[in-house]
């Protein structure tokens, strides 16, 4: 079986590919600090910390997935720190929610 953390951004919020970047690495940094001490991150760490990074549409989108996340018994991310928003003058649509994306997992995924 393989760990592997997922991180999903959101498209609509017209980021850089840097503050992509950014952003993704805040997520994986608050994913592995909120996880550090279960057996599912242990995985992820002795299977080499495989990532992967999707995107989807928006807020609603974002807040269905996280209701998914849960509901399957997921780590997500239920708390957004400060890093994990976009500044209004950093995007090019800053309206409503900023949430710019949240990890979901680490998690052991069984390989067919």
């Known amino acids: 079986m393989l760990a592997k953390l997922a991180l999903i951004v959101r498209s609509d919020l017209g980021m850089s590919r840097g503050k992509i970047a950014a952003q993704v690495a805040h997520a994986a940094v608050a994913a592995a600090l909120r996880n550090q001490h279960t057996a599912q991150f242990a995985a992820w760490m002795r ?66």
């Open 47 to 112: 299977d080499g910390q495989p990532k992967v990074v999707l995107k989807l549409d928006g807020a609603d989108e974002l807040e269905e997935l996280c209701a998914a996340a849960e509901a399957a018994g997921l780590p997500a991310a239920a708390g957004v720190s400060r890093h994990e928003r976009v500044h209004p003058s950093r995007v090019a649509s800053h309206r409503g929610d900023r949430r710019a994306g949240v990890p979901v997992g680490p998690r052991t995924w069984r390989c067919s």
